[in-house]
């Protein structure tokens, strides 16, 4: 079965993910060590290939100091 291409809202998530990553000076790797995933599961969220279910977002939240509105914004 292929894979199907990133929907919308993954890929607006996955953007935010990003922006709030950059903008707190971290790399994929360190946010995926404060949220226990390795670097290129980040990676594949931030690109909206992976969708990052609630408990992925509420430890995203507590890693970046954000609330989750931010990822919806």
């Not at 929907?7 to 060590?33: F, H, P, Y």
């Amino acid at each position: 079965m292929p894979k199907s291409q990133p929907n919308a809202v993954d890929k607006m998530v996955g953007k935010r993910i990003r922006e709030q990553r950059v903008s707190l000076g971290l790399s994929e790797d360190e946010l995926g060590t404060r949220i226990d995933m390795p670097g290129k599961r980040v990676q594949a969220l931030e690109e909206g290939r992976e969708r990052a279910g609630a408990a992925v977002l509420f430890k995203l939240c507590a890693a970046l100091g954000v609330n989750v509105s931010v990822f919806f914004q």
